[in-house]
């Protein structure tokens, strides 16, 4: 079983009930609903798919809400492209629709207050470049560098220019109002600039009644990168946004920047996703390129919590297959000696009894190596986040009755969320009880196997974990620790 986590981005190819299903039997643990396209009655259907799907495949699949944001893109083009040639003089204006090929309309009304003379503008993800040479009112003039064809909703990415949109746009809140509303249990924030950004769009979630929503903020801009550190302290955890990472600080940055913003994520205790054209090439192929291969692999080994796909899954030819094929490279990576190895990460530095009880069920399962599963009995889903981050050898099953904490726990690393119902008259024996059934109902564990089981006692009191103990299934035999 992998443990390393798959993203899917949903979209035309994948938002079918039936192919939904497949996708979570092929891997998929997180569904993704880009908010950068379709209206919301099209999101609230995929929402009602995955939720249908899931129940179907008997799994729980969270799914992650992300925003546009202050994206700028190209508006409509006549005949929906343009050829431009370099040394080519075009003007750039803000406008939804192209009125004459001398033009490039733009969604971003203050593109011209915000550039200057000299200013480099990207398109494309960076294939097409123009240098600005004059800006004249609302008309940004400027000269092709490298040329190539452009399309219709193509991105502009502007580096080293400060730009005045906030990080939550009127879009973005207006997304955000429908998302908390649909049930999401994720919110994603693009172009994050700085930690008010986070705290701007956790204050909307608690307006609503939505404070336990996590929020992740996407790491894509160089002001990110530099606030990394506060970011994370702030933040829920991150998406590392590979594509507009490369284009504003260049491809040969990207993976450094990777790897420290995986390992400062994970000294933190926070949710790590990484993202961006992890198997592009199987939009439209049957299978990899070695060096997409590799990626995905190393990013495992930098211990991602999860792996993201965008088109592979929202619009490609091969859905479910990419799906196949990324989850047969973790399992692969997984079952290496290397990835165990590289599995032992520093001790987190929080001062609380959850935190405690999980490194040393981590601990106890690595000792005793007959441990067929680490099993967490948990309200909030606190105790089995923690226990993810320890990386523990074992599966960690968390059994929540919360369904929201449930769905959400899918997301973390090494844990299989199953609901999980604490009665008011229960105690300590009546869980353990009842949890030996799932477990052998499931086909996790036989008589005679041994897991570690962290809980709250007494339970269903609120009371954070506070005791663990090493058991046998229909033995009896523990260890305490509270």
């Known amino acids: 079983m992998k443990k ?19 996708l979570i039997n092929c891997g998929m643990d997180v569904a993704r609903l880009n908010f ?17 799907a899931a129940r179907r495949a008997g ?3 969270a799914v992650l809400q992300d925003l546009q944001g202050p994206k700028i893109r ?37 593109l ?16 097409l470049r123009l240098r600005i040479e004059a800006i004249k009112g609302e008309r940004v003039e400027a000269r092709v560098e490298v040329g190539g064809t452009l399309k219709d909703r193509k991105g502009i990415n502007l580096p080293g220019v400060a ?23 994720f919110l994603c924030l693009s172009f994050v600039r700085s930690v008010e950004d986070v705290e701007l769009a956790r204050a909307r979630l608690t307006k609503l009644g939505r404070s336990r929503v996590p929020v992740i903020a996407k790491i894509e801009k160089p002001q990110a990168v530099e606030a990394l550190g506060a970011i994370l302290d702030t933040a829920d955890g991150i998406m590392v946004a590979r594509g507009d990472l490369g284009v504003e600080l260049g491809p040969e940055k990207v993976p450094l920047i990777q790897k420290n913003c995986i390992e400062e994520a994970n000294r933190r205790g926070k949710l790590v996703i990484t ?29 991602s919590d999860a792996l993201m796909l965008s088109a592979e899954t929202a619009t490609g030819k091969h859905p479910t297959l990419v799906v196949d094929t990324m989850r047969r490279i973790i399992e692969e990576v997984e079952a290496s000696e290397r990835f165990r190895k590289l599995a032992e990460l520093p001790p987190l530095d929080l001062g609380m009894t959850a935190n405690a009880i999980a490194s040393a069920a981590a601990s106890a399962s690595a000792t005793l190596k007959d441990v067929r599963a680490v099993v967490c009995v948990s309200t909030h889903g606190i105790a089995p986040t923690l226990l993810s981050d320890y990386r523990p050898v074992a599966p960690i099953l ?84 509270s």
């Open 4 to 22: 390393t986590k798959i993203v899917c981005t949903l979209g035309p190819a994948s938002r079918e009930v039936g192919v939904l299903e497949e």
């Open 36 to 52: 950068s396209h379709g209206s919301h009655e099209d999101h609230r259907e995929t929402y009602t798919n995955v939720r249908e």
């Open 59 to 61: 799994r729980e699949i």
């Open 74 to 110: 190209v508006g409509k083009l006549i005949g929906g492209a343009m050829q431009l040639e370099a040394g080519q003089s075009i003007a750039i204006v803000a406008g939804q629709e192209q009125t004459s090929r001398e033009v490039i309309p733009t969604t971003y009304e203050a």
């Open 112 to 127: 011209a207050r915000d550039v200057h003379a000299g200013d480099t503008v990207l398109m494309d993800d960076g294939l």
């Open 163 to 185: 730009v005045s949109a906030p990080s939550l746009t009127e879009k973005d809140l207006t997304d955000l109002d429908f998302g908390s509303s649909l049930g999401v249990d």
């Open 275 to 303: 993202a961006t054209q992890m198997l592009e090439s199987m939009v439209t192929s049957t299978f990899p390129t070695r060096a997409e291969a590799s990626d995905v692999a190393n990013a495992v080994l930098d211990q």
């Open 398 to 481: 968390a059994l929540t009755h919360e369904i929201e904490h449930c769905r959400r726990l899918a997301a973390f690393w090494g844990v299989v969320p199953i609901p999980f119902d604490i009665e008011s008259d229960d105690t300590a024996e009546s869980v353990i009880e009842r949890v030996e059934r799932l477990l052998i109902d499931r086909g996790v564990a036989a008589v005679g196997d041994r897991v570690v089981l962290t809980m709250a006692v007494p339970p269903g009191t609120g009371l954070h974990t506070n005791t663990l103990k090493v058991h046998r299934i229909g033995g009896g035999g523990s260890t305490h620790s």
